[in-house]
């Protein structure tokens, strides 16, 4: 039997994919690219915007559209957006099996079933799974992501992910060990610690900086980052571990979602913008090259011009490497989904242009600052275009190469011009 795996959505999808090709790998199921060719059409989703569930129902009639053709064919929605969707998957989009994010183990028996003419079925218990003594397969040959956390307790008022993916819990320090010591035997050099509040890791005594310090004494580990920080967690014990740890790299992923005092209330991030310039001046003092990256999001409902203008201050005075910029999406279930009054469509289509260009013009003078550098490159890819490839800083900036290396080589490169938004980088050192 063959299955055919659709991932959508953030690095945390992508890590469950592997964790789902593993219990069907385990079951005797096979993966094959051409859907066509399976038995079993999969999907795992995303929730957090409106957008992206859009993108997958789309997909979904393409699924059905071969089921027409071919009656056996089973279709399942896995992860997030199952959990929120449920049973309306398999009442109105041909859905066989929907599957929570705490579900994956029973994936295999639900096929079983269905190949033995059992209905359609959810299963959405949310069980606390944290999964831990399954090794995804690695992503590529250079990096990798290992999840030492899952789900969140924070409720930020826009957020669908407490209610999909249960409250945060960590997992234990042995597990996370092992998959990276398994990592590392396949080639990998960089590893990203994923959880939605990283910096919340408590697991039997042991919290997140003793967690960095453990994986940072790795053999064979180069470099290791984390995602997401939330403001109200950082601290100086935090920073001062990136600082002083070997293979830490100097970048933090810290979102701002918005610069009002006012705005940030009404999303429950239990910090003012005052409090987050002081954390990142903090950061910036204790780390001078820090690379800092961010979310913020424009046109929450009663969003006025003035709280705008509040953002882009902040925008302006922290001047970020790289910011990845949303507007408001409601999400049902969610609290801020039923503030009043909404900021018109067009309105916040005009605040994310006008944030975007001057956060692009910002990224690109970091990009620029970089000409006449030299930085250690640890090469990902190929390059899609020309025979070149493609590498990243320990800040986490993407480089060019015109010359092709293979992924997990550490090179030398100075930055000589910038092509488009990339920096371009010569070998100084192999
Ligand atoms: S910290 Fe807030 S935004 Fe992030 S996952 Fe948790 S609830 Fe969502």
């Known amino acids: 039997m063959k299955f055919y795996l659709q991932v959508y959505g953030c690095q945390m999808n992508v890590y469950e994919a592997g964790i789902i090709r593993q219990i069907l790998n385990r079951a005797g199921i096979e993966e094959t690219e051409n859907e066509s060719a399976a038995d079993v059409l999969l999907m795992i989703t995303c929730s957090v915007r409106k957008h992206a569930e859009m993108r997958a129902l789309g997909r979904l009639r393409m699924f059905s559209a071969q089921k027409k053709n071919d009656p056996k064919k089973i279709i399942g929605v896995l992860g997030c957006m199952a959990q929120r969707l449920g049973e309306e998957l398999i009442s109105e989009h041909d859905v066989d099996l929907v599957v929570g994010p705490d579900n994956y183990s029973v994936i295999p028996e639900l096929i079983k079933k269905l190949q033995n003419g059992d209905a359609p079925g959810t299963v959405l218990s949310l069980t606390g799974e944290c999964y831990s003594d399954i090794y995804p397969v690695a992503q590529n040959h250079a990096t990798a992501t290992v999840i030492a956390m899952r789900g969140c307790s924070n409720f930020c008022s826009y957020c669908i992910v407490p209610y999909v993916k249960g409250p945060e819990r960590s997992r234990p ?4 060990l092992l998959e990276i010591k398994q990592l590392i035997d396949k080639g990998i050099k960089e590893i990203t610690l994923l959880g939605q509040n990283i910096l919340a890791y408590k697991n039997d005594g042991i919290d997140f900086v003793a967690l960095l310090r453990s994986v940072s004494e790795i053999n064979g580990l180069k470099r290791v980052r984390f995602l997401t920080s939330h403001p109200k967690d950082l601290n100086e014990k935090v920073l001062a571990a990136i600082r002083s740890l070997p293979h830490l790299c100097p970048q933090l992923h810290l979102p701002l979602q918005s610069g009002s005092n006012r705005i940030l209330e009404l999303m429950n991030r239990h910090y003012t913008r005052e409090e987050y310039l002081d954390k990142v001046t903090m950061a910036r003092d204790l780390i001078p090259d820090l690379s800092l990256t961010t979310d913020i999001i424009v046109g929450f409902p009663t969003e006025t011009e003035e709280d705008f203008n509040a953002t882009l201050d902040v925008v302006a005075k922290v001047k970020f490497d790289f910011a ?46 970089m000409i006449g550098k030299e930085y250690e490159l640890l090469i990902e890819a190929k390059s899609p275009r020309g025979k070149g490839s493609l590498g990243r800083t320990r800040h986490g900036k ?14 030398n490169v100075m930055i000589t011009e910038i092509r488009g938004w990339t920096p371009v980088g010569k070998i100084i050192r192999r």
Not at 173 to 176: R, T, V
Not at 400 to 405: A, K, Q, T
Request: charged share 20%; glycine share 4%.
């Open 173 to 176: 320090l042995k597990n996370i």
């Open 324 to 369: 990845y910029m949303f507007k408001f999406s409601p999400r049902p279930g969610t609290k801020a989904a039923d503030f009043t009054p909404p900021v018109p469509p067009a309105e916040a289509s005009r605040r994310l242009s006008e944030l975007i260009k001057i956060q692009n013009q910002i990224t690109l003078d970091s990009n620029r600052a």
């Open 398 to 411: 993407v480089v060019i190469l015109d010359e092709p290396f293979t992924p997990g080589n550490l090179v």
